[in-house]
C-alpha cells in the first residue's frame, strides 16, 4: 500500500451508499492514506445548523434537511479532499448533478441484510428510528441502488472483506483513475 505513490493533487473521492456501509470509516482510513482532509458531510451539516441530524428531522422535517444537504454539497464539493455523504444524497436530482460533475464517486454497496446488524437501535438515524431496520432499509435499497449505480465510477462491495482489504481496492482504483 505504501510503496504506490498516488498524486494527491487532484483527486477529490466522494464517497456514496447506504446507512452504516462504512463511508466515515473507510473514508477516514482512505483520507489518512491519500493525505487528504476528510469531510463528512453529515457532520458539516451538524456544525453550521448547530443541531444533531435527529433534532434537524424531528423540527424541520425530513424536506428541509434535504435542502441542508444540497447546500452542503455544493459548499464543499471540490474542496480538496475525501468526502463522505449521507445515505440519502442521492435523492435529489441536483445532486445526482454535483455527484456526476466531480468524480470519483465511490460505492461503497452493502446488502441490507450486512447493514442491519451494524445500524440497527443507532439513535442518530431518524429514518431507522421506528419500525424494523431490515425492512427499511430493504426499501432504501430498492430506490437507492439504482442511483448510486448511475453516479459510481467504482462499485466496492462491502461484506466479507475487510476494512484493509477494502480500502487497497479503492487505492488501486483511484490509481488506476489517476493514470
Ligand atoms: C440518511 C443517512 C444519514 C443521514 C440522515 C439520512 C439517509 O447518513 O444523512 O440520517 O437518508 O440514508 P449516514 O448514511 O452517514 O448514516
Known sequence: M???????QSISPILVGLMGSGKSS?????AGNLKLPLIDLDDYIVEQAGRSIPEIFEQDGEAAFRQMETEALRQIVGSHSVIATGG?????????????????????????????????????????????????????????????????????????????????????FIYAFRK
Open 2 to 8: 505504501d510503496d504506490q505513490i498516488i498524486d494527491n
Open 26 to 30: 473507510i473514508g477516514r482510513r482512505l
Open 88 to 172: 440519502g444524497v442521492v435523492m435529489s436530482e441536483t445532486n445526482m448533478h454535483i455527484l456526476k460533475q466531480h468524480p470519483p464517486v465511490i460505492w461503497l454497496k452493502a446488502s441490507p441484510e450486512f447493514l442491519t446488524g451494524r445500524i440497527e437501535g443507532d439513535s442518530n438515524r431518524p429514518l431507522i428510528a421506528v419500525g424494523d431496520t431490515l425492512k427499511k432499509l430493504q426499501e432504501l435499497a430498492a430506490i437507492r441502488y439504482p442511483l448510486y449505480e448511475q453516479c459510481a465510477d467504482f462499485i466496492l462491495p462491502r461484506g466479507d472483506m475487510k476494512k484493509t482489504e477494502a480500502l487497497q481496492a479503492i487505492l488501486d
